[in-house]
């Protein structure tokens, strides 16, 4: 009969530990466990990031555009334009000079729109991809902004002689999808053209032509490796990335103070392009020649005031372009063997890898008082520490023979930390119910009357007691990882007249709003006296007055119509759809 307790309670515990873990993966309280999934696996991307491949980097290129570039440009008298948006004929310039040097393909991460009605050059930059690039045949790509959008009369023009390609969803940065609605999204759309291509080169692995109709989303990883500068001598910036040492570092993994500043990818600044082609050396004019020559080049702008940003865990905040050129670089690495975002099919695995990982920890905490004492109080140390090991070599093989991302895994820990925690406090509530269990008269007792069997006290304060540590734990999760990750929340300004009131430094002025529309703002606090600080690159001093505005925290926030006098993570939220220049 001890036995049989004793089995009983075995079974009760891991029933009890299994359905901890059930619930923190399938339910997602709080939004805890997406939050530190996500918080989770960006940190374990970041210390793995020194160790992904670079065979593939040398065939992606970025041509970015930017204030400094743009400045250049204009005061060397190349550009007609010297702010943003520029004119068509200005990029035709750019693209012509770039496709001269035959580059394998071309993205235009810069979403046109409506063609404007103050710039009559549109059919000129469309005449110079013709000649330079059509005729060359080299692929050139739109951005195509999302799915579901209807085209306008400009963007029918750009599908009908060039390609759009989809660079616009909802999911998440770091989930990447590759097919919406059966159609291919810029990483597949290049991978394509790249590893799918008779003359592919060595750049690519696991070529397959599945992976372009697949609909399994990829998660990007990063490289920390920064790329060498074109040529020193013209180099913005150049860094080396801090060492693998480093990264794993504890002050790094809860601080993310390596955060590195150069990215992956080689970029080639539109200033730099124009005078290389034109005053550059001998020399120099065949180092661009062989920088750009049959390597895809994706076209990306970085302007103060655009919000076409993506989030790294590795680098911080990088232009949006860059999120393309990363996915389309582990799509050449890993082919078919890219790594994919958890789906329906890891979450039956995971729950089926923490059953067994519960009946272990109810046979670990089940001897506790055979071996507690031989490790000095240190038992539940060891209990954490052999299931957590067990977690990390789950995360691996899901990595390795699945090829899923490491999904589940805070969960896991989460369910762990509970269930150690529980621990032997479950004792005297499994041995009531085993008693009864057992007791064929308590049994009808029970069914008769389910009260009358808890005429003894059973241990609810010690209970409760845990119950609240777990709640605690939980709470303290989610703030940590809430803060994490919503850092960079906006909300949205309606602006009700044509002048808005602002104080700047201490001081008070009146600023034409030209338009009475809407700017995504995050909004630091709010005065007794009814005025707002805004979170502004400009100033650390800048506030609006209330009444000039309205503030709207429940409509979501708008993309390329908007102005900006401040940060946004649009892109965060939202994919990246690029540079808007057809909205302005």
Known sequence: MNKINKKFEFFIKALVFILLGYFLILFNLFGISEISDKYFQDKLYAISSP???????????????????????????????????????????????????????????????????????APRLLSMLDYYGLKANIPIMFAGGYPDESLTKFQKQLKNRFELVINGWTSPIGNYPLNIDSQKTVATRLYEITCLNSNANSGCSNISEKLITSTKNLSVRWGSSPAKPIDETLSKNYCEAPSILSYLSLDNIFNDHLAVQCPFHQILHADDLIYIDKYGTSDQKVLLKNTIINRNVLYGANFEGLHDEVLSPVHGKLPGVMYHAMALDNLMVDGEKYLRVSDAFSQKVSLIAWSVIAFFITFLVSKRSEFDDYFNGYYSTFILSVNALLIWLYGYFMFRFFGYEPGHSASFILALLGAVTLGNKLDELTIRLSSIMTSSAQTRQFIKAPCSVFKKPLPIPQLKENVMRLLILGLITWAVFSSQVNAEETQVLSFSFEEVEVKLNGQYKYIESNVIGELPIRVLEENKKGWLKLDSEVSDDLWISKSTVTLNTDKPVIDCKSMAIGKNQHTQQHGTRGAGEGCQ
């Not at 035709?92 to 009559?120: C, H, M, W």
């Open 51 to 121: 160790l992904y491949p670079e065979q593939a980097r040398d065939k992606t290129l970025i041509l970015l555009i930017n204030d400094n570039s743009l400045t250049a440009l204009h005061e060397q008298g190349f550009f007609q334009a010297n702010e943003w948006p520029i004119l068509y004929s200005d990029h035709g310039v750019l693209l012509a000079t770039l496709l001269k040097y035959k580059p394998s393909s071309l993205f235009i991460d810069i979403y046109f729109k409506q063609e404007r009605s103050t710039d009559n050059s």
